[in-house]
């Protein structure tokens, strides 16, 4: 069984703690840099084994884009920007982080972070969407689960349906969403001294109309290149790794919740296989691409899985509306119904989990304001720290 986030935060934290506070020669600092990032890549890579096989308890196990599974998306994210966070800061010399190639691959990272937070925005936005579904959805349900079921029940789950389908269809087009205006997620600074989080402020004006969640995306994995040579027995792999999973995991939460512009979103970024952590990224990054180019294709909603199954009902349900006649035939009431409780069974998932997943995504937001914070007061102390004598 794989660990839980906080237990795996708590071991890899606690190692790294211990081995940094160690009294150690110079030859030592390079093999505990070394055995430091060989577990940081680990970590990385059981976690994300967990996401492509869930325990084989089918209680737990979620399917791919699943509202649960997307909370162990952002476990997973979570607990590996823990790690990486302690083995870029903790017990190490300032003047380190600004030594190439980390005084390029560290502001792209925190480049990164900052369209990431945009991302977060849109999501939790676009939460409010399938939100919206749900509601109507179950308006369909109520209506359809009256017995006897006459013509007036069947007319209110028609229109509710139409709603439905129209709301699922539409979901990338402009002005869709329930929550009309959409903020900045990171602002301007109130100040140039303290660089602390409650100083960010999201700007009061709408993002433009042309804000795409797709080229946001791609802007994400501008110079996005595994590093070469020397560079991986330092600092350049985790600062990769950490981009490569944040990238993977804003690009998974754009494909399957319903954002502002979306077409042309990305099938997959290049990854190299031969990196023994990535190997399950890719394969989940292959499996989520091919159904959006599906998807895409029909211009759906999206990938979430409870909405796909949602779609698929609502458009069996329609027809059914559509050629219903009083008192119905015993045969087809009996498959609706069946219909009708898969359809209940969506919603209640919904309902458990949507507020949670919504958190979630919040928690990653100021997670990530806060290490952006911690890493530019680190960049601006190692302006201070004189270069160590050779």
């Known amino acids: 069984m794989p660990l839980p986030a906080n237990e795996y935060q708590g071991s ?97 990272l925190l480049e990164r972070s900052v369209k990431s937070l945009d991302i977060c925005n849109a999501v939790c936005n676009g939460i409010e969407s399938v939100r919206h579904c749900q509601k109507l959805a179950e308006i369909v349900v109520s209506a359809l689960e009256q017995r006897p079921m006459g013509d007036g029940q069947v007319k209110r789950a028609k229109k509710a349906l139409s709603a439905l389908v129209l709301a699922m269809a539409a979901d990338d087009k402009e002005g869709n969403h329930k929550t009309p205006e959409r903020t900045w997620s990171f602002g301007r600074r109130v100040g140039n001294k303290d660089r602390g989080e409650g100083n960010f402020r999201s700007l009061s004006w709408a993002v433009a109309k042309n804000w795409s969640a797709s080229k946001q995306i791609q802007a994400m994995t501008n110079n996005l290149v595994a590093p070469r040579g020397g560079e991986p027995t330092g600092l350049a792999l985790p600062v990769y790794i950490m981009s490569a999973v944040m990238v993977f995991v804003m690009w998974a939460l754009v494909a399957a919740i319903p954002c502002q ?25 292959e499996k989520i691409g091919e159904e959006w180019k599906k998807k895409e294709k029909k211009g759906s909603a999206g990938l979430l899985e409870e909405m796909q199954r949602m779609e698929k009902l609502g458009q069996s349900l329609i027809d059914f509306t559509e050629s219903f006649s009083f008192p119905g035939e015993a045969e087809k009431l009996e498959e609706v119904a069946m219909q009708v409780g898969e359809l209940a069974d969506i919603c209640q998932k919904m309902e458990v989990g949507l507020m949670p997943l919504q958190q979630q995504i919040r928690e990653v937001f100021h997670r990530v304001v806060r290490s952006r914070t911690e890493v530019l007061e680190i960049l601006e102390h190692s302006g201070k720290v004189p270069s160590p004598i050779m």
Do not use: Y
């Open 12 to 108: 890899f934290l606690g190692r790294i703690s211990i081995r940094r506070n160690q009294v150690i020669s110079m030859d030592g600092n390079h093999e505990q840099e070394m055995e430091d990032l060989e577990l940081f890549q680990k970590h990385v890579a059981d976690r994300f084994v967990d996401l492509v096989s869930p325990a084989e308890d089918t209680a737990s196990a979620e399917p791919l884009l699943s509202i649960a599974w997307l909370r162990r998306l952002l476990d997973t994210f979570l607990c590996c920007e823990s790690q990486f966070k302690a083995l870029l800061i903790m017990g190490r010399d300032p003047s380190h982080v600004v030594k190439p190639p980390l005084d390029r691959l560290i502001p792209e």
């Open 261 to 285: 512009e979306r077409t042309g979103l990305a099938t997959h970024f290049p990854v190299p296989r031969q990196l023994g952590w990535a190997q399950n990224m890719i394969g989940l990054q």
